[in-house]
T-cell receptor, first 115, second 111 residues
């Protein structure tokens, strides 16, 4: 049973480019969460999605950031016109349908570097 | 706003000793609290969950306590080993499902 998969593991972008981060949850999980970890800081919640629905986006910056979790395929976190301050590790987590009060299973993260 | 605080200073202990990490929270009454381990360059891994009606939870060499009056959780690793060296995160779950993490405490166990 494969865990949460994220790709790419490392992503380098120049200022102004777009970054697309992908997350495939564990099999049978339909709840996906995105977190960001800045250097020397803790994990900060960004967005919580279920299939085709955004449940909580209270942690998403108002501009340039968007997320989706389509009926088919992985969840995508999209950052438009990246700036140096977007450099961070982005983690995706998933939890099962039956009981979202359980633990969240994290992927290995995508490390975004903006030059 | 909801706030979770962990001791940001690294904890250095000798192998075989008990490590104790602290997590304090404010402006929140969580139904349960979770602890995760994070190694450098990796995602967090779930360790333990403790509910508000549980005072203590154990798993092998790990023990977690939860004091809702003090708004504090303590995380203990007994008979610590160098392999226990990592950053340990406590987290509360909000009503909407997101996890609110502390900044983590880095533990270094020296042989």
């Amino acid at each position: 049973n494969a865990g949460v998969m994220q790709n790419p593991r490392h992503l380098v972008r120049r200022r102004g480019q777009e970054a697309r981060l992908r997350c495939s949850p564990m099999k049978g999980h339909s709840h996906v969460y995105w977190y960001r970890q800045l250097p020397e800081e803790g994990l900060k919640f960004m967005v919580y999605l279920q299939k085709e629905n955004i449940i909580d986006e209270s942690g998403m910056p108002k501009e340039r950031f968007s997320a989706e979790f389509p009926k088919e395929g992985p969840s995508i976190l999209r950052i438009q016109q990246v700036v140096r301050g977007d450099s961070a590790a982005y983690f995706c987590a998933s939890s099962p349908d039956e009981d979202s009060y359980n633990e969240q299973f994290f992927g290995p993260g995508t490390r975004l570097t903006v030059l | 706003s909801q706030k979770i605080e962990q001791n940001s200073e690294a904890l250095n202990i000798q192998e075989g000793k008990t490590a104790t990490l602290t997590c304090n929270y404010t402006n929140y009454s969580p139904a349960y609290l979770q602890w995760y381990r994070q190694d450098p360059g990796r995602g967090p891994v779930f360790l333990l969950l403790i509910r508000e009606n549980e005072k203590e939870k154990r798993k092998e060499r790990l023990k977690v306590t939860f004091d809702t009056t003090l708004k504090q959780s303590l995380f203990h690793i007994t008979a610590s080993q160098p392999a226990d060296s990592a950053t340990y995160l406590c987290a509360l779950r909000s009503n909407t499902g997101k996890l609110i993490f502390g900044q983590g405490t880095t533990l270094q166990v020296k042989p």
